[in-house]
């Protein structure tokens, strides 16, 4: 159960939906309809259905019906167990205006490239001797990072094939138990309703990233798997109103791909959506949950982050709006101050 997953060929997407970006244009059309029918089909006859899984869900914390087949199946999308890393000055295949999420122990400093994580979505690492796994969800625009030790011993985690609330459900070798990305727990198996402690994360661009650390380790594309890291199985998603899988919570107040950066504060959540942040200040306080924060917000690199009252930062979630809401219906919401006209 150590073992890595199968690789992926160059010809594999991320997820089995996105096969049409593969395919040439003339035939691209016609495949889109069929594949369209097919899941809409699928979508209809598993509604309120159990998937069939080889996952033991005897044991779960959220009702099975939402718990969905995401495409894949277990480790079709390959989990990095043994991360490798380059110099900053040898990842010559990022552009400045590329994605990273960036993580920080002590004195070391690590990036995350999108491009790879789109095609992995998660990777076991350790870092300044702590154990960590990152974790990136395409369908909700998610990066997030947690301690790695789970009742006091290291676990490593791979790619279920399985989703909630259109969210990467993780599961971990030891146990097999399945785990909710941005719920931070598990869901189902042995260890369910055990949590995961998040780590602070950054999710900025490269050449954001690289200023601050110039000294930054990078992941590298050398991952074991034969895969073009620059093509984007997800190219467009981001910016299409809908979802790939249905959420039980939703709510129009904003696009449902708007960026926004969540914390939870004494069991108080908050969002705070970009075009809100937009009519503020790009540094602003506020309080939640009875604790005093700082919100930071960098519109040229389309980043924003969390301090507490000491300026040091708190664990967030960059996400899409409607999987902060999917998660969070009850969540606070920040307004920015109103635009007059001139």
């Given at each position: ?124 690492d350790t870092i300044d001797g702590k154990p ?211």
């Amino acid at each position: 159960m150590n073992q890595p997953g199968p690789s992926l060929s160059s010809s594999t997407p991320a997820r089995t939906v996105f096969w049409p970006y593969l395919v040439p244009p003339r035939r691209r059309v016609l495949l889109l309809i069929v594949i369209g029918a097919v899941l809409s089909c699928s979508a209809w006859l598993g509604f309120g259905k159990t998937p069939a899984t080889l996952f033991d869900l005897t044991e779960h914390s959220v009702p099975l019906d939402q718990i969905v087949d995401g495409g894949p199946g277990k480790d079709g999308i390959p989990a990095l167990l043994i991360p490798r890393f380059v110099s900053a000055s040898g990842a010559t295949f990022l552009q400045d205006a590329d994605r990273v999420l960036g993580l920080i122990q002590g004195a070391e400093a690590k990036a995350y490239p999108i491009k790879i994580l789109n095609w992995h979505e998660i990777v076991n690492d350790t870092i300044d001797g702590k154990p960590v796994v990152v974790t990136y969800c395409p369908l909700c625009g998610t990066g997030i990072a947690f301690y790695a030790r789970v009742q006091g011993s290291r676990h490593t985690f791979g790619v279920s094939g399985l989703l909630y609330q259109s969210d990467l459900l993780m599961y971990d070798h030891q146990t097999e138990s399945l785990w909710s990305q941005v719920g931070m727990h598990a869901v189902a198996g042995p260890l369910s309703g055990e949590k995961l402690t998040p780590v602070f994360l950054e999710h900025t661009t490269w050449g954001e990233w690289h200023a601050a650390h110039p000294a930054t380790l990078v992941l590298s594309t050398k991952t074991g798997s034969f895969l073009n890291y620059d093509h984007d199985p997800y190219l467009g998603y981001p910016e299409r109103r809908d979802l790939m899988f249905d959420t039980t919570h939703f709510d129009p107040r904003y696009h449902p791909k708007e960026w926004v950066v969540g914390v939870e504060l004494n069991g108080v959540p908050k969002a705070y959506p970009f075009s809100e942040l937009k009519k503020a200040r790009p540094s602003l306080s506020d309080q939640v949950g009875g604790r005093s924060i700082t919100i930071q917000f960098n519109q040229q690199s389309r980043s924003a982050s969390v301090l507490d009252a000491d300026g040091k930062p708190i664990p967030s979630i960059m996400a899409f709006w409607f999987a902060w809401y999917a998660f969070h219906p009850d969540t606070q919401v920040f307004k920015g101050p109103e635009q007059r006209s001139p």
